[in-house]
T-cell receptor
């Protein structure tokens, strides 16, 4: 079955440490996205990539970095520069079809 | 500035009755509007969409209405079922000018729907 896999589901890190969240898709989608969800904030776009080896900043990119070396993979690194990293992170991929976004099941990151 | 607004954070309805979730937007250039459903600790799943040139789209128990002059859309669920209890996000598709045919989703904050047995 095709889909998006995010791992791990829960992640704990100490303040000041970088952490990388994994996102893998086997849907052959060109575009991939990282969103962050906080209570009362909805979904906010961190980074997106339309094609391999290219990515663009979203609305809240500060303190995050990404890479897109393979079509299937779009890892997100939460750096120590991110002021409030504790959140629920969602990865998505899409076709150009309306409604063609597929989301992963998310990673809940807690920084202590 | 929130371009897509869902002003009701929560809604509670009785099983079998109609659920109406509302969404307002500010940008008249949006091409499509979409509704997503999200359960806790899961990613959103696509529910239904409507083109900006239409005023109604129906899919089973779900109907979306678009009023372009009022920049308002609504999702109707009839009849509501307990399994419909979830957070519903309204989203709008905006063509990204410098990105070929790529489109950017603008999300509302969501409305939490509780359907009571």
């Amino acid at each position: 079955d095709g889909g998006i896999t995010q791992s791990p589901k829960y992640l704990f890190r100490k303040e000041g440490q970088n952490v990388t969240l994994s996102c893998e898709q086997n849907l052959n989608h060109d575009a991939m996205y990282w969103y962050r969800q906080d209570p009362g904030q909805g979904l906010r776009l961190i980074y997106y990539s339309q094609i391999v080896n290219d990515f663009q900043k979203g609305d809240i990119a500060e303190g995050y970095s990404v890479s897109r070396e393979k079509k299937e993979s779009f890892p997100l690194t939460v750096t120590s520069a991110q002021k409030n990293p504790t959140a629920f992170y969602l990865c998505a991929s899409s076709t150009h079809r309306v409604g063609g976004y597929t989301f992963g099941s998310g990673t809940r990151l807690t920084v202590v | 500035d929130q371009q897509v607004k869902q002003n009701s954070p929560s809604l509670s309805v009785q099983e079998g009755r109609i659920s109406i979730l509302n969404c307002d937007y500010t940008n008249s250039m949006f091409d499509y509007f979409l509704w997503y459903k999200k359960y806790p600790a899961e990613g959103p799943t696509f529910l239904i969409s409507i083109s900006s040139i239409k005023d109604k789209n129906e899919d089973g128990r779900f109907t979306v209405f678009l009023n372009k002059s009022a920049k308002h859309l609504s999702l109707h669920i009839v009849p509501s079922q307990p399994g419909d209890s979830a957070v519903y996000f309204c989203a709008a598709l905006l063509l990204v000018a410098n990105a070929g045919n790529n489109r950017k989703l603008i999300w509302g904050l969501g409305t939490s729907l509780a359907v009571n047995p």
